[in-house]
Nanobody, 123 residues
């Protein structure tokens, strides 16, 4: 099992930027793909972005493509989500997770989750 801790959330105006970080414990971080999801109250947790184990492939939800960038630093056991041109509809709790299979868009294929970090975008 791995422990994941997100940070970097906060309150930002529409059009602004935030960078989320997810620090992972354990020695196997570089062996796994990682993903970011988000959730608002009353809705299902939705896929935002994923990155392969070595960072060579990235995947994005259509709603964030061109605005968000996922990256990772395996030496630091950390995955990042750079969020630019934020919109009020990006407001959510953001979670990082470790992928257990290659079906990155489905939250059921992740086996470890962080506690989440709140992102609030004001209009």
């Amino acid at each position: 099992q791995v422990k994941l801790v997100e940070s970097g959330g906060g309150l930002v105006q529409a059009g602004g930027s935030l960078r989320l970080s997810c620090a992972a414990s354990g020695r196997s971080f570089s062996s796994y793909a990682m993903g970011w999801f988000r959730q608002v109250p009353g809705k299902e947790r939705e896929f935002v972005a994923a990155i392969s184990w070595n960072g060579s492939r990235t995947y994005y939800a259509d709603s964030v493509k061109g605005r968000f960038t996922i990256s990772r630093d395996n030496a630091m056991n950390t995955v990042y989500l750079q969020m630019n041109t934020l919109k009020p509809e990006d407001t959510a709790v953001y979670y990082c997770a470790r992928a257990s299979s290659a079906h990155y868009y489905d939250r059921r294929n992740y086996d470890s989750w962080g506690q989440g970090t709140q992102v609030t975008v004001s209009s």
